[in-house]
């Protein structure tokens, strides 16, 4: 097998490197070093291929990197001699390794700081535009949706319910359950000093249902359900899946997102109405054993002494909640680029931007009911 080699002369001020031999991935560290340093020059080169025996995707990408690395400093490296096939793979590689210009980070300092925080500022700006888009988007395809009902997919439809709602039911429950359990004993800690035990029901019964019993839901749907929904639209963007479907003429919208978005704003309020179920008996069981409230006094002072609007404002903010999770974790799937490693960061940042912004939804919905006085 011959090794891959690397010369080089000058002609006219163009320097022509010519690579030949084997340039594949368990020979790179043959000529990797020196290749980088020979082309590290100012000016323009070109790199001959014509004499390379073989070729594969480590080759290509060791050019490809070196191409785009002298490119951020002005040096330009063109390619010749290379056989249809290899400039092919070359291509191929370029487009799904570098499709974005590698960018020089510069040095430190109270300037790159400011630089920094525009960039940062401008690419929030441009992701919230790009948020706006497809919410208009996905509400342009809701409305028609509604209009004609027969263009929702039914099967999809039940098939999300069944994974985002029924099958999250067991870790909802255990979650309200164990919530239950931890209201009660930390509210008997404090209202035993006060001789007021009996109001550790007003106390889960409140923050239960209008507070934690949804919110606590959400933040697991959106860390199951959310992130699932970015992986699975995401990969199937990867494997140009999603491409695929305009080409038949079929519209992502409808088939990938309605059905989840509908299916996840039917079910939250469902699954939270299991977390609250299980968070009045845990705090009913805890009570019953530290304070000695029987399980019939729990049930006819929460009877007595709790209104139908604490439920109501947590069913309120269900379907909102929902919405959100669904279109954030959609909009990140549609982001992803051409990369294994661009899903999980969209799948990253579904998950804490949709709980962000349930958290700042839930803030702003209580003050809004605490303005009305409910």
Not at 190 to 209: C, K, M, N, P, Y
Not at 343 to 357: E, I, K, M, Y
Request: charged share 15%; glycine share 10%; proline share 3%.
């Amino acid at each position: 097998m011959s090794m891959p080699a690397i010369t080089s002369d000058t002609t006219d001020g163009q320097t022509v490197f010519h690579l030949s031999g084997r340039l594949v991935t368990e020979a790179l560290h043959l000529v990797e070093k020196p290749f980088a340093e020979l082309t590290a020059r100012p000016g323009a080169a070109t790199v001959d291929l014509s004499g390379l025996e073989a070729f594969d995707t480590g080759g290509a990408a060791m050019i490809a990197q070196l191409r785009a690395r002298l490119a951020t400093g002005g040096v330009t490296l063109e390619i010749s001699g290379a056989s249809e096939d290899n400039a092919r793979l070359l291509e191929k590689v370029t487009e799904a390794t570098f499709k974005e210009p590698l960018v020089d980070t510069g040095p430190g300092g109270p300037g790159a700081w400011i630089t920094g925080l525009g960039v940062a500022v401008a690419a929030l700006v441009q992701s919230a535009g790009s948020l706006l888009s497809f919410l208009g988007l996905v509400l342009s395809r809701l409305a028609r949706t509604l209009v004609n009902p027969w263009r929702l997919r039914g099967t999809a439809l039940f098939a999300q319910m069944q994974q985002t709602g029924m099958n999250a039911v067991p870790i909802i429950a255990l979650m309200g359950f164990l919530i239950g359990i931890v209201l009660a004993y930390q509210g008997a800690a404090q209202l035993h000093q006060f001789g007021a035990e009996v109001f550790v029901v007003d106390l889960i019964a409140v923050s239960v249902l209008r507070e934690l019993g949804i919110l606590l839901t959400a933040i697991i749907v959106a860390g199951r359900s959310g992130s699932a929904y970015a992986a699975a639209i995401g990969s199937m963007k990867v494997n140009e899946e999603v491409d695929a479907m305009r080409t038949l003429g079929l519209d992502p919208i409808e088939v990938l997102v309605l059905p989840r978005l509908i299916a996840l704003m039917l079910m939250l309020p469902v699954l939270g109405l299991t977390a609250n179920i299980s968070a009045l008996i845990g705090g009913a069981l805890m009570s019953w054993a530290e304070l000695g409230v029987s399980p019939g006094m729990f049930v006819t002072r929460f009877l007595e002494n709790t209104s139908a609007w604490h439920l109501a404002v947590g069913m309120i903010k269900a379907p909102v909640f929902a919405f959100i999770i669904g279109i954030v974790s959609c909009w990140q799937a549609m982001q992803v680029g051409g990369s294994a490693e661009s899903v999980g960061r969209r799948t990253t940042a579904a998950v804490v931007q949709s709980v962000f912004l349930v958290i700042v939804m839930d803030a702003v919905f209580s003050i809004f009911f605490a303005e009305l006085g409910v």
